[in-house]
């Protein structure tokens, strides 16, 4: 048997926005809750990542591959319909890294405003030190989330609850 010591830096990692949609909260929560479940894709065009969000405190956020296969994103660490969604695992990083994301909601006058935090810690792969591809990623996930969110206004204000 051997064993190998080897020093790594412990990373840092911070991802912080403000977001608006003009829509109520409760309209803007379910679709925080179905993008995070089975319409999270890896990019604009890409297909759905198969996605489960369990909406209830220590409530699995996992990529479902079928056959008792895929990969624990996270677990629902405190949720507050439709105010507060905090999720904690190592998210996407295949790294020995813990994240921490948290959406606050809050309404004022028919606009939802969502602020929102992503903070990792531990050895983040190198391509991932400066948070841009995270950040991109998020910013991503707003966008079609402000778009879900129009498409749901354009149907007529309809929320069609789908297993998440």
């Not at 949609?21 to 319409?39: H, K, N, R, S």
């Not at 990529?63 to 949720?79: F, P, Y």
């Not at 990083?93 to 813990?98: G, L, P, T, W």
């Amino acid at each position: 048997m051997s064993s190998k010591i080897s020093e790594q830096p412990v990373e840092l990692l911070e991802v912080t926005l403000d977001v608006e949609v003009a829509a109520t909260i409760d309209i803007v929560w379910e679709t925080v809750l179905e993008q995070l479940g089975p319409m999270l894709t890896c990019g604009k065009s890409e297909p759905s990542l198969d996605m489960k969000l369990e909406p209830w405190p220590g409530g699995r956020w996992f990529r479902d591959l079928g056959n008792n296969t895929g990969h624990l994103w996270g677990h629902v660490q405190s949720i507050q319909p439709p105010e507060l969604l905090a999720l904690h695992g190592s998210m996407m990083f295949s790294a020995a890294v813990v994240s921490h994301a948290v959406f606050r909601l809050t309404e004022a006058g028919g606009l939802t405003r969502i602020d929102f935090s992503h903070r990792a810690v531990g050895l983040i792969p190198e391509a991932l030190r400066d948070g841009a591809d995270v950040s991109a990623g998020w910013v991503n996930y707003f966008a079609k989330l402000r778009a879900e969110v129009e498409q749901r206004l354009n149907r007529g204000h309809r929320i069609e609850r789908e297993t998440l």
